[in-house]
């Protein structure tokens, strides 16, 4: 099959508004998890079951049922129920609430990981609970989990493209769209498929930037 210059030179303007709803979907939706994600690893560390209980609960069940399940019931069967929100939004919700169940067991690692003398001296100094978490847990559990929020974070950048199944026009269905427009699929599909690489591997190079900088 005979590659044509002219077709990706037409589908880049697409390309360029399916980006910039990518990048938006992965940095909103990164944000929501690594916030939420930390916040369910709080509660679940609260002395009442009555707390960690209903959070284990829905952490589970959002942890053990497809995004893609997920993103319909929001998008489909929300508005039934008088909440509609746009496609983006709701895309973004999705993937920030399904990945801060994941980003949940990463904290609550690096806050095991830290070493119970660090609890101890808190206690010592009679640091209020607060200020302990501030100033000495939190900053060190944040630390050690850096290159798995990494992880997750590319992992969110490869299924924006579900987000095409509630109408959101990222980069694949841009591509889709183009394509079933001019009977042309290899040219449009490759040139995401070159920038998938290209944003995880910034991306990567990003979080590991950020890591160096957290260890000095």
Do not use: C
């Amino acid at each position: 099959m005979k590659w044509d210059w002219n077709a990706v030179g037409d589908f880049m303007p697409k390309f360029w508004d399916g980006l910039l709803v990518t990048l938006q979907a992965l940095a909103l939706g990164s944000l929501i998890s690594f916030a939420l994600g930390l916040v369910w690893a709080l509660l679940m560390r609260t002395p009442s079951r009555w707390v960690r209980w209903p959070v284990g609960v829905v952490t589970e069940f959002v942890r053990n049922t497809p995004l893609l399940v997920q993103l319909f019931f929001l998008f489909y069967v929300l508005p039934e129920w008088g909440l509609t929100l746009s496609a983006l939004a709701t895309g973004v919700i999705g993937i920030g609430l399904h990945y801060s169940t994941y980003t949940m067991q990463v904290y609550r690692a690096g806050i095991e990981a830290v070493p119970v003398g660090q609890w101890e001296a808190a206690t010592a100094l009679n640091l209020p609970v607060t200020r302990t978490w501030q100033v000495v847990i939190l900053p060190q559990a944040i630390r050690r989990v850096v290159p798995a929020l990494g992880n997750y974070v590319i992992a969110m950048l490869k299924d924006t493209p579900m987000l095409m199944v509630i109408t959101v026009l990222e980069m694949l269905g841009q591509a889709r769209l183009f394509a079933q427009e001019h009977f042309q699929f290899t040219e449009p599909l490759t040139v995401i498929g070159v920038a998938f690489i290209v944003i995880s591997y910034l991306a990567s190079l990003l979080m590991r930037s950020l890591e160096r900088r957290l260890v000095r």
